[in-house]
T-cell receptor, first 114, second 114 residues
Framework: AQSVTQPDIHITVSEGASLELRCNYS??????LFWYVQSPGQGLQLLLK??????LVQGIKGFEAEFKRSQSSFNLRKPSVHWSDAAEYFC????????????FGAGTILRVKS | NAGVTQTPKFRVLKTGQSMTLLCAQD?????MYWYRQDPGMGLRLIHY???????AKGEVPDGYNVSRLKKQNFLLGLESAAPSQTSVYFC?????????????FGPGTRLTVL
C-alpha cells in the first residue's frame, strides 16, 4: 500500500543554519510528490511539487527538494533557515485512487533557535 | 479571489449533536476533498467529489456524509457527533487531477466533540 514516512517528528535548527527534512515514499507507479507547510492555526500551503523531469525542484521561500527514485526519497532542503520558517512540514504523494487523493506523511515540526 | 474558504473556523459539539461544515471555492475547480488531521497522523481523506452532483467515499468515511449540489460548495455533515471525530478538518480543491494539478487547501475547521 502507498505510504509516506517522515522519520523526524521534531527538528530544531539555529537561525541561519541549513535544513534538511527527510521524506520516503512507497508507491508502485511514477510518483507525484509534494511538500506543504502549515503555520500554526493555518491551512496548508504548497512549497513545491515534483511531477517529472529535473529531479531537483525549486519552490517558494527558498526551499528546494531532490527526488531520488533509487532511494524512494524526496527530501526538502533550505540553505539558511529564517525564524519565520518555524512551522510543520508535510510530504505527500498523489495516488491514482479516491479521486487522486494525497497520501500525507505524519509531518515534521521545525523549531528555529535564535 | 478568496480561494478555498471554510466555515465555521471553530466549533464545540456535545456527543450526539449534528452539524455541517461548509467549504466554498471560487476557482471553478472540479475536484473537492475533505480531509481530517489528527496529531501524528498527517491528513486522511474522508470523502471527495469529482464534479457537481457527485460524491465518493475516501479512506475514513464512517460517521460523515457529504453533498455537492453546487460546483463551488462541498458540505461535510456529522449526523451524530462522537468524541472520536474531534479533529481539524480541511477542505481542498483542484481543477483536475494528475499532472500539474495541485490541491489548494482551506484554513481548516477545528472541531471538538465533548
Amino acid at each position: 500500500a502507498q505510504s509516506v514516512t517522515q522519520p523526524d517528528i521534531h527538528i530544531t535548527v539555529s537561525e541561519g543554519a541549513s535544513l534538511e527534512l527527510r521524506c520516503n515514499y512507497s508507491y508502485g507507479a511514477t510518483p507525484y510528490l509534494f511538500w506543504y507547510v502549515q503555520s500554526p492555526g493555518q491551512g496548508l500551503q504548497l512549497l513545491l511539487k515534483y511531477f517529472s523531469g529535473d529531479t531537483l525542484v525549486q519552490g517558494i521561500k527558498g526551499f528546494e527538494a531532490e527526488f531520488k527514485r533509487s532511494q524512494s526519497s524526496f527530501n526538502l532542503r533550505k540553505p539558511s533557515v529564517h525564524w519565520s520558517d518555524a512551522a510543520e512540514y508535510f510530504c505527500a504523494v498523489e495516488v491514482v485512487e479516491y479521486g487522486n487523493k494525497l497520501v500525507f506523511g505524519a509531518g515534521t515540526i521545525l523549531r528555529v533557535k535564535s | 479571489n478568496a480561494g478555498v474558504t471554510q466555515t465555521p473556523k471553530f466549533r464545540v459539539l456535545k456527543t450526539g449533536q449534528s452539524m455541517t461544515l461548509l467549504c466554498a471555492q471560487d476557482m471553478n475547480h472540479e475536484y473537492m476533498y475533505w480531509y481530517r488531521q489528527d496529531p501524528g497522523m498527517g491528513l486522511r481523506l474522508i470523502h471527495y467529489s469529482v464534479g457537481e452532483g457527485t460524491t465518493a467515499k475516501g479512506e475514513v468515511p464512517d460517521g460523515y456524509n457529504v453533498s455537492r449540489l453546487k460546483k463551488q460548495n462541498f458540505l461535510l455533515g456529522l449526523e451524530s457527533a462522537a468524541p472520536s471525530q474531534t479533529s481539524v478538518y480541511f477542505c481542498a480543491s483542484s481543477y483536475l487531477a494528475g499532472v500539474d494539478n495541485e490541491q489548494f487547501f482551506g484554513p481548516g475547521t477545528r472541531l471538538t466533540v465533548l
